[in-house]
């Protein structure tokens, strides 16, 4: 028998990928033409969380985003991505793992924060978008992702690489401003969930 932790939902779909778009557009909207403030409110500032109890920044983080084209590439990668693995999982099951693979990578990136001495502002959702990319190359192994709308690359080709770009980028210090600890925290994150709750081990799955 299942134990809690890998206990299914029942199966459902309400397009919940589409629904998280919509409030990320809406939060950037607001942020933008009425209200700009509401950007520091949600975003993950580790002075405001130790000293200001602000909490929700965990959550609320992923909601945020800097500009236009950062909000336009982490809600092209959702919907990509994000509508694939949801009709493949079911909506719970997305919604879980969506907002459990965001927060533990808030988290993880408040204390490498802390840790640094770095008062970083964090904002948007590419560690949650970087985890659900990872899910569905495991759910679409065979799946081929055109990189600039021109490269083919098979999905498991496309995360790994992800994975070493981004870790090549935070040990050189490259693309400044661009959280590339909390991306990496989303593919280990991903990673953990496959095989503690889904008990799928992605390296079979990618290399059979």
Do not use: D
């Not at 970083?120 to 959702?125: K, N, T």
């Not at 935070?170 to 909390?182: E, V």
């Amino acid at each position: 028998m299942n134990s809690i932790i890998n206990r299914k939902f029942r199966y459902t779909y309400s397009n919940s990928a589409t629904m998280l778009i919509v409030a990320n557009c809406i939060v950037f909207l607001v942020a933008y033409l009425l209200y700009p403030a509401i950007t520091y409110y949600f975003a993950l500032i580790p002075s405001a969380i130790i000293y200001g109890h602000s909490y929700w920044q965990f959550v609320t983080y992923m909601f945020t985003h800097s500009g236009f084209w950062h909000l336009f590439s982490n809600m092209l990668g959702l919907f990509i991505f994000g509508t694939a693995v949801e009709r493949a999982v079911g909506t719970r099951e997305f919604l879980l793992f969506y907002f459990l693979t965001g927060i533990l990578s808030g988290i993880a990136s408040f204390f490498f924060y802390i840790f640094t001495g770095t008062n970083a502002i964090l904002l948007g959702a590419s560690g949650a978008l970087y985890a659900v990319m990872l899910l569905f190359s495991v759910i679409y192994p065979r799946a081929v992702v055109y990189l600039f709308g021109v490269f083919p690359v098979r999905a498991p080709i496309l995360v790994l690489g992800y994975f070493f770009i981004e870790l090549f980028s935070q040990m050189n210090s490259y693309g400044g401003g661009i959280a590339h600890m909390t991306h990496l925290f989303g593919l280990v994150f991903a990673l953990l969930y496959c095989v503690i709750r889904l008990r799928i081990k992605p390296w079979r799955v990618w290399f059979s």
